[in-house]
């Protein structure tokens, strides 16, 4: 299967791809959180040259970090609850 993703630049030439309905947040140079449809934190990460440091993640959150390319992709949708449609 596969997802429908958009692409987030962030600092030191990373890359977030996420589904759309992932918003992401941050409010200093390399500080982010990704935030569901339901405003949970899904994830919460520092980035830097060299390091991708993972803070917080829910437990239904997939991803891969691909650091050849300073890709972060997160390979899971976001679950949808049926009073959220």
């Excluded at 935030?35 to 993640?57: G, R």
């Amino acid at each position: 299967m596969i997802i429908e993703t958009v692409e987030h630049k962030l600092v030191k030439n990373w890359t977030l791809v996420a589904h759309p309905d992932y918003q992401l947040y941050s409010n200093d140079s390399n500080n982010y959180i990704v935030v569901d449809p339901d405003n949970s934190i899904a994830l919460h990460f520092t980035i830097d040259n060299i390091e991708v440091d993972i803070k917080h993640i829910t437990w239904e959150v997939a991803f891969k970090i691909k650091i050849d390319t300073k890709t972060i992709i997160i390979t899971s949708e976001p679950e949808i609850f049926d009073e959220d449609l």
